[in-house]
Structures are given as structure tokens and as C-alpha cells.
């Protein structure tokens, strides 16, 4: 339950009240400052309240985002502002001097946001109005422009991201958005549409999986219904602001759950019909979580570095002033939708062998230009990353109690003593010989720590995190190759798909301000570099059949862990609202 509190005379024909009633707000009446501070003081310390202008004219949509969202302790808009618990003290704090300075006069609503001293969010209006018209000459012109805006259409137009990729913009939302306006009117949520979104990419799972044609057809035609649902849970959050910390959590991890997911119901339908696909599945999970850690280690290490330009950004912003360009550059780093699309398509066409070969070869050519770009700019600007920024690639990294052994013995640059690290892991797996791996395995633990023993504020230390992806996640898929028996690369898809859960929980905990996962979850699991180690020392000492039963027990006691630490962190009332309103991959 919420609480207006409209301060100052009722204007005739004003259609307030009845705009804050349909907003769920119950509405009480103030004559003045002090009026208003007692109402206030009387409304229940857990509940939102508003203090809005009497002479207010605006649009509904514009006291709806100025109100209603969930996100922000206080948030205003011309002649209305609102607190929630956390930011009611502050509210009433500037209540206070108010009516001590105004006495028995009316409350200016603006004057009183202004004397707020705590930071309070202001929606973007755009078209939308809002005003305290000061006569009724003005009174009718801002009525006028009320009547002149379509709110609704505003509103149904904010529900779609400004930032899309071309398949999406173009195939999808302009039909999903009346699919979410459809949802809201009926009462629906979006965690409900989310979870639509996971069960149907489920079921188009389990039809790739029959291994027949028609399977593959319908397989392809869910997986594009799904993707329609994942783009309407977010829109019906933002046309009905129904954010919520565990809706961001489920959008945030149902997306690669999903993928993934897709990915191994095509290699078991492959495997139905005599071909084995295992490999690249794997291979192209792979690929896709190195992508979005790149993407993620980037942001992390620039998003607050000061002098932060570099010529690189500079031509990309004149790119993005020619309208074709823009539409190109997204659609060649393959964004999901893109991603989804080619998939579904080739699913109903093709065999999963060929999915899978053009998936890696497309997100190959992605990632390439992708990263290749963001090393250029790296290394033409001149910025300063700050000790949040390194303190965030070293949480990404994910290191464990064997590289902390040497943690606090810097040599060299970071990321050439990862890349050496990597270097050994990689020419130990492919020699041939046996316990070679679990050599390089040593070292690379050991270069691990070492690699973190400086702080990662170089201009390309931001690699480090998706280059120990890259290892650990790699080693497991050439040690479950070489095995050579029937189930050890399902097993290795199994054991990636929950390490690289943990790390995606690592991000959006970084993401939301609220740090790394705890320390004992991380020793629990060993780490990056103790995971690898122990993978290729169970790959030397056991048979390939053991070594199968022994990947697929670490991958049950991995996921037993880090799934149960996981919900319960962002079921809590204490875990970040995180959302992914501008990443497109």
C-alpha cells in the first residue's frame, strides 16, 4: 500500500486524485507544510509515500514513473516526489526546514525536493508533461499539451530497449511490446512471462533432442517463441515498473540457462542419429562465455576510469552517426537475437553438426572483432582505472586458495604472467604425455597468483579474467576429448555449465555493488586454478570411465554448492536489483 499526500487548495475539474487512486495510492489531503508533516508522520514507516502538488498537470505516465518505480528510494518529478522506507527520513528531514521556513504557507512541492539532501532519481520525461502551472492561463496550455500526447503511447514505446540488436528491433518488438501490454492488463508479472520464456526453450530442448526432422522444425519454431517471451518480460517490467531483485536475478541467468540448455538437447539429438556433436556443443558454450566475459572484465575496468576517451571511441561515435553502420556493427557482433535466429533457422534446416559449426564460426568472427576493437581503445586511451575497478577483475577472476599461495609476490606484468601461465597449460595438454597436464597445471596455479599479485590497472588487464576462462573451461574439454569414451564430454558439458554459472553470479553480484561471492563458497569449489588442477589430475591417475564418473560427481558437488549460496543470496532481502538494459549479447 502507498500514500499520496496532495498539499495545498483542490483545483476544480482536476483529475488528480483520481490518477494517484489508479495508481494504487491511497490519497490524503494537506492544507500546508505543517499539514503535510503531520500527515506524513502518521503514515506507516513501511510504506512509499508521495507528496505532490494540488495544482499538478501532467500526464498519468509521467506520475507513474515518477511514483512507482521500485528501484530508486526517492525519485521525482515537476510538482511531485516520493519516498520509499529507505529514503522516508531524508523526506522528512527536508519536510522539517520547510514548514519551518514556510509556516502556515502552501508547500512548495519543487522547493522541497530541492532542500532534499540525499540523491534522488529523475525519470526521463521526454514528450510526457508535468507541471505546476502558476495561473490558469498556463494551467490551460499545459492541458492543452496534455491533450496533444499520446501517454500510452509513450509508454508503450519506453517498454522497448533504446539499445537493440537488428533482429530484435525489427522482428520482435514491435509486436512483443503489445504482447507485454497484453500481459499487463491481465494481471501477469514478469518472472511469470521469464519462466514462460525457460519452460519453452526447455520443451524446444527436448524436441531437438528426438533427433527427427520434425523435432528440429518444432525445436526451432520454440526456441523463436521463447526468445518473443524474453523480450516481453523486460518490456512488461518497464511498461508496468514491475522491477524486483529476484526477476533481474532470473532474466540475468534463465538467458544462458536457456541457451545452453538448447545447446545440449541439439547434441543429444545429434547423437540419436549416429553423430556425435559433443565437442562442439561444448565448444561453442565455450566460446559464448569467454565472449560475455570479455565484455563483462571491459566494462568493469572502464565504466568508472577517468580520461576515458581514446581516438578508437571517438571514430565509433562518428560511426554511430551514419544510420547503416550502427545496424551493421550490432548485427556483426551477433547478438542474441542474431544468435538465436541463425540457430532456429539452421535447427529446422540443417543437422546440429552444421549449427554448430557456423554458431562458432559467426561468434569466432564476433569475438574477434569485438575484442580486437576494445584492445585498441584500451590501448589508445589514457585512463586511470580506479580500486574498484581492480578489485572487480580480481573477484572476476575467480582465483582460489592455491594462487593465493603466491598472491604477494608481484613479477611483472599481470597479464604476461597470465598469458605464460596459459602458454605451459596449453602445450602440456596436447604433448602426449600423461601427467604432463598436471605439471602445467602447477604452473598455471601458480601463475594464477602470481598474475594477481599487482593490482589489474593496466591497460590491458582486463584480459586476465576471460583468459583463465578460457583455460580452465578449455582444459576440461581436451581432457574430455582425448578420453575417448562414451559420456565424458556430456559430463564436461555438465561440469562447464555450472562453473560457468558461478562465474555469470560473480558479474551480476559485481554488477549490483554487492562484491564478489563469499570467500568460502570460492575455497569450497577450489577456485579456477584448483578446479584445473584437480581435473587434470584425475584425468592422469583414473581410467577414462572413472575419469567420467569423476567429472560428472565434481560437476553434482559444484552445482549442489554454488546453486544453493546462489538462490539463497537473490531470494534475500538484502541482494542488488541488477538489470541488463543495455547488453545485447
Not at 89 to 104: C, D, F, K
Not at 223 to 231: A, R, Y
Not at 347 to 365: D, E, K, N, S, Y
Request: hydrophobic fraction near 50%; glycine fraction near 8%.
Amino acid at each position: 500500500m502507498s500514500t499520496a499526500i496532495v498539499t495545498g487548495q483542490p483545483v476544480p475539474g482536476s483529475s488528480l486524485e483520481s490518477d494517484l487512486r489508479a495508481l494504487g495510492f491511497e490519497v490524503l489531503a494537506a492544507s500546508d507544510a505543517t499539514d503535510t508533516g503531520n500527515l506524513l508522520a502518521a503514515v506507516p514507516a513501511d510504506r512509499r509515500v508521495a507528496v505532490v502538488d494540488a495544482r499538478f498537470v501532467g500526464h498519468l505516465h509521467a506520475l507513474r514513473l515518477g511514483l512507482t518505480d521500485p528501484r530508486f528510494p526517492l525519485a521525482a518529478i515537476p510538482g511531485a516526489v516520493t519516498a520509499q522506507p529507505a529514503g522516508r527520513q531524508a523526506l522528512s528531514r527536508a519536510l522539517t526546514r520547510e514548514a519551518a521556513a514556510g509556516g502556515s504557507t502552501d508547500l512548495a512541492v519543487d522547493g522541497l525536493v530541492t532542500a532534499l539532501d540525499a540523491d534522488v532519481h529523475r525519470p526521463e520525461l521526454g514528450s510526457l508533461v508535468a507541471a505546476v502551472p502558476a495561473d490558469p492561463q498556463a494551467r490551460n496550455e499545459a492541458r492543452q499539451a496534455v491533450a496533444a500526447v499520446d501517454d500510452e503511447a509513450v509508454r508503450l514505446k519506453s517498454a522497448v530497449k533504446s539499445r537493440d540488436g537488428f533482429f530484435t528491433t525489427f522482428f520482435i518488438s514491435p509486436y512483443s511490446r503489445y504482447l507485454a501490454r497484453w500481459c499487463a492488463r491481465r494481471g501477469l508479472t514478469p518472472n511469470q512471462v521469464t519462466t514462460a520464456s525457460l519452460l519453452t526453450a526447455l520443451i524446444a530442448a527436448g524436441c531437438a533432442a528426438t533427433g527427427t526432422r520434425i523435432g528440429f522444425v518444432a525445436a526451432g519454431v520454440l526456441l523463436i517463441c521463447s526468445f518473443v517471451l524474453d523480450c516481453t518480460d523486460g518490456q512488461l517490467a518497464r511498461y508496468s515498473l514491475q522491477y524486483s531483485t529476484l526477476g533481474a536475478w532470473l532474466d540475468a541467468t534463465f538467458d544462458r540457462a536457456k541457451e545452453y540448455a538448447y545447446y545440449a538437447g541439439l547434441a543429444l539429438g545429434a547423437a540419436r542419429g549416429g553423430d556425435d556433436v559433443w565437442a562442439l556443443a561444448l565448444g561453442a558454450m565455450i566460446l559464448q562465455t569467454c565472449r560475455h566475459v570479455v565484455d563483462f572484465s571491459f566494462n568493469e575496468a572502464n565504466h568508472d576510469a577517468t580520461a576515458n576517451t581514446s581516438p578508437t571511441a571517438a571514430l565509433s561515435d562518428r560511426l554511430d552517426s551514419v544510420g547503416w553502420t550502427v545496424w551493421v556493427r550490432r548485427m556483426i557482433v551477433l547478438p542474441i537475437g542474431e544468435r538465436w535466429a541463425l540457430i532456429a533457422v539452421l535447427t529446422a534446416a540443417a543437422t546440429p553438426r552444421i549449427t554448430f559449426c557456423v554458431l562458432l564460426v559467426g561468434c569466432a568472427l564476433a569475438a574477434t572483432y569485438t575484442t580486437a576493437g576494445r584492445v585498441l581503445r584500451s590501448l589508445t586511451r589514457k585512463a586511470k582505472r580506479t580500486d574498484r575497478a581492480a578489485q572487480a577483475l580480481a573477484d572476476l577472476a575467480d582465483n582460489g586458495p592455491l594462487a593465493g599461495l603466491v598472491s604477494r609476490a608481484p613479477i611483472g606484468s599481470p597479464l604476461l604472467v597470465a598469458l605464460a601461465g596459459v602458454a605451459v597449460l596449453t602445450v602440456s595438454l596436447f604433448s602426449g604425455v600423461t601427467w604432463a597436464p598436471v605439471v602445467g597445471a602447477l604452473v598455471y596455479a601458480l601463475t594464477s597468483g602470481l598474475a594477481l599479485a599487482r593490482p589489474l590497472k593496466g591497460a590491458l588487464d582486463w584480459l586476465v579474467p576471460p583468459l583463465f576462462r578460457a583455460a580452465e573451461y578449455g582444459t576440461v574439454l581436451v581432457l574430455a576429448s582425448k578420453a575417448g569414451v562414451n559420456g565424458a564430454l556430456p559430463a564436461a558439458f555438465g561440469l562447464v555449465a555450472v562453473v560457468a554459472y558461478h562465474h555469470y553470479d560473480t558479474v551480476y553480484r559485481i554488477r549490483g555493488d554487492a562484491g564478489a561471492p563469499p570467500a568460502w563458497l570460492v575455497r569450497a569449489i577450489g577456485g579456477q586454478e584448483g578446479r584445473t588442477l584437480l581435473v587434470t589430475v584425475v584425468a592422469a591417475a583414473l581410467t577414462a570411465t572413472q575419469f567420467k564418473v569423476a567429472l560428472t560427481v565434481l560437476a553434482v558437488l559444484v552445482a549442489g554448492l554454488v546453486l544453493v549460496e546462489s538462490i539463497r543470496f537473490w531470494v534475500s532481502a538484502g541482494a542488488p536489483a541488477v538489470h541488463d538494459e543495455g547488453e545485447p549479447a
